[in-house]
């Protein structure tokens, strides 16, 4: 059965909130029963990760959840105590998010053609497609690079770069 988790951390406006800096600890997480202490009439900025889990892992629901939520909340506390939420933004299927703005981090590709010779550049995985509906992961471009393609041979091919972990492409 499915599971829901959610992982909350501490972030601070136009951070580039993304699973990539969450693994690597870059974002101060929440922990049930810390004692945590919010300013009063001080505007902060909370991340917020979730997704579903097949498994809960040996620490509860705080492991990696491979349909990613990722989005923001903007927070003010007044004085009785009452949280008041001032804007947020999500981002599904994304690489990341920036706080504070609704702008998604995806996946991007470029291309520049010398001669018969077209150089791909890509941030993640590259997948090319002969008609645009069925999608195959070119087997020796690596993650994240470069790719040359030698037009003159090639015929006629689409690409797209892809985050591998996307449940969906």
């Known amino acids: 059965m ?3 988790g959610s ?14 800096r969450i ?21 902060f900025y909370l991340g917020i990760y979730t997704g579903t889990t097949h498994q809960i892992p040996d620490e509860g629901l705080y492991g990696d ?6 989005g923001w909340i903007k927070l003010k506390i007044q004085e009785d105590g009452t949280w008041i939420m001032l804007n947020s933004a999500l981002g599904y299927k994304c690489k990341g998010i920036i706080v504070g703005t609704e702008e998604l981090i995806v996946p991007t590709i470029s291309y520049q053609v010398e001669g018969k010779t077209m150089t791909l550049t890509y941030s993640d995985s590259l997948y090319e497609s002969a008609d645009g509906q069925t999608w195959t992961k070119v087997p020796d471009a690596e993650e994240g690079g470069t790719y040359a393609v030698d037009i003159s ?17």
């Open 2 to 4: 499915d599971k829901i």
């Open 7 to 20: 992982r909350t951390f501490l972030v601070k406006r136009n951070d580039v909130f993304s699973l990539e």
């Open 23 to 43: 693994r690597a600890g870059q974002f101060e997480e929440l922990q049930l029963d810390c004692g945590y202490v919010f300013p009063v009439d001080k505007i």
């Open 65 to 70: 959840y491979p349909d990613p939520l990722l």
């Open 153 to 169: 041979k090639s015929g006629k091919k689409l690409y797209c770069s892809i985050m591998d972990d996307a449940p969906s492409r």
